[in-house]
């Protein structure tokens, strides 16, 4: 159990499962139907981009497999500091495939956010751009992880 989470009251919960509205499935398990049921109809749209569900598969599994090369593990955090967009549909998607559990932050945030962030979640890893309006992401990250022990 993560420290600091607070359940829903069992009434609640109880309520959700009966009426259908929980199944218990996982976030991967139900795009992993999504893709087997409809692998060639659209999945994301972003521009002129369009991804069908077996595209998003394969990208997304191919991104798994080198965050899982890099170390990361189930149930790792991760704060993942994207902007909305194809990139970040994937590291979420890629996350979730393997286990870990994304901690959301902003464009927004800056130092003071992300080391809270950080430092909560215990994460052990960022991922976010390169820069974005100036903006040097990569600086963030390295200040962040020189200053925090995960």
């Known amino acids: 159990m993560q420290q600091g989470c607070v359940f829903w009251p069992k009434e609640a919960a109880r309520h959700y499962r009966e009426s259908g ?3 218990g499935q996982t976030l991967w398990d139900m795009m992993a139907q999504s893709i087997a049921r409809t692998p060639d109809k659209t999945a994301l749209v972003s521009g ?10 394969e990208q997304s599994a191919s991104l798994a497999a080198a965050l899982l090369a890099r170390g990361l593990q189930p149930l790792d955090r991760v704060v993942l500091h994207l902007p909305n967009g194809v990139e970040f549909i994937l590291y979420y998607l890629a996350l979730v495939r393997i286990g870990a559990i994304p901690v959301m932050a902003l464009r927004a945030h800056r130092d003071t956010e992300i080391r809270h962030f950080t430092r909560a979640s215990q994460a052990v890893a960022y991922i976010a751009p390169d820069a974005i309006r100036g903006f040097d992401y990569r600086a963030l990250g390295q200040r962040c992880g020189r200053s925090l022990p995960t």
């Open 48 to 57: 002129e981009l369009r991804l069908n569900y077996r595209a998003l598969d």
């Open 21 to 23: 509205l929980w199944s």
